[in-house]
């Protein structure tokens, strides 16, 4: 089933509005992650003054450890916010 409406046919026979909003506010999450990543680890990982048009070697480390580290931080950011619901 589709966010957009395209798996099972929604109640009044149109487009489901509700999925439809879910789904930008994913697309919008994923865009914010994305772009809070770029931000992040270029500004660590890379030199301002562009030697070469491909990224060197510790650059391209530099970029996999610091979006790495990015989601497991995230993992457990989530995993910590789901345990304090759950006891709330």
């Given at each position: ?31 914010d ?41 995230n ?14």
């Amino acid at each position: 089933m589709s966010f957009l409406g395209r798996g099972a046919p929604s109640p009044a026979g149109g487009v489901n509005h509700e999925r439809i909003e879910m789904a930008i506010n994913e697309i919008d999450m994923v865009s914010d992650v994305f772009n809070r990543i770029v931000s992040s680890c270029h500004a660590k990982c890379i030199s301002p003054r562009y030697a070469e048009g491909d990224l060197n070697k510790g650059e391209s480390v530099c970029i996999d450890r610091c979006v790495a580290k990015f989601f497991e931080v995230n993992k457990k950011v989530g995993e910590k916010m789901q345990s304090a619901g759950a006891s709330a």
